[in-house]
């Protein structure tokens, strides 16, 4: 089924620790960016690209790395895990930054402990 | 800035009552305005939006109404079901931000027999 994969769903790490969440998609989105979910503070944005080979910082980058080098997948790297990561990570996709609308992936709920 | 602002819940009705969950947003230039419904364990679907003033987005019953003159987008349906239950995010994207989205903080929905 056409959309965005998120890997995996969901995850424990020890603090300290590094590790990636996956995200790809198969409809040729050129845009595609990763937020956090956290009660009672909606979705902030961590990083976005607008296509292969260009990203760039969202509300929330600190403590976490994306990069570009497909137009398919925008895998976010956690450097250092802490307990204040602790959070569900959802990647999302758009034609265009210019055509805005969103398709989703079903999130990672990752766990800093 | 932009900013989204929607009505803290959680909302409970029963089957059949009407739904009004409020939102209000603070832009520059003209934003589009979004509503986003999140079902339990998944990730956030686009349930309707409206890109200029006095647009009305629908979908499934659903509707919401682009009001510039008090800056608002309050989602609407005149039967709820059991169904409905999920969490409702307004948002918006503006052109002079290069289309970012800025999500409200959500709205829980349960919706009794």
């Known amino acids: 089924n056409a959309g965005v994969t998120q890997t995996p769903k969901f995850q424990v790490l020890k603090t300290g620790q590094s590790m990636t969440l996956q995200c790809a998609q198969d409809m040729n989105h050129e845009y595609m960016s990763w937020y956090r979910q956290d009660p009672g503070m909606g979705l902030r944005l961590i990083h976005y690209s607008v296509g292969a080979g260009i990203t760039d910082q969202g509300e929330v980058p600190n403590g976490y790395n994306v990069s570009r080098s497909t137009t398919e997948d925008f895998p976010l790297r956690l450097l250092s895990a802490a307990p204040s990561q602790t959070s569900v990570y959802f990647c999302?996709?758009?034609?265009?930054?210019?055509?805005?609308?969103?398709?989703f992936g079903s999130g990672t709920r990752l766990t800093v402990v | 800035g932009n900013s989204v602002t929607q009505m803290e819940g959680p909302v409970t009705l029963s089957e059949e009552a009407f739904l009004t969950i409020n939102c209000t947003y603070t832009?520059?230039?003209?934003?589009?305005l979004f509503w986003y419904v999140q079902y339990p364990g998944e990730g956030l679907q686009l349930l309707l939006k409206?890109?200029?003033?006095?647009d009305k987005g629908s979908n499934k019953g659903f509707e919401a109404t682009y009001r510039k003159e008090t800056t608002s987008f309050h989602l609407e349906k005149g039967s709820v079901q059991v169904s409905d239950s999920a969490v409702y995010f307004c948002?918006?994207?503006?052109?002079?931000?290069?289309?970012?989205?800025?999500f409200g903080t959500g709205t829980s929905l349960t919706v009794i027999p």
């Open positions: 409206a890109t200029k003033a006095d």
């Open positions: 999302a996709s758009s034609y265009s930054i210019e055509q805005p609308g969103y398709t």
């Open positions: 832009a520059t230039g003209y934003p589009s």
């Open positions: 948002a918006l994207s503006a052109s002079n931000t290069g289309n970012q989205f800025y």
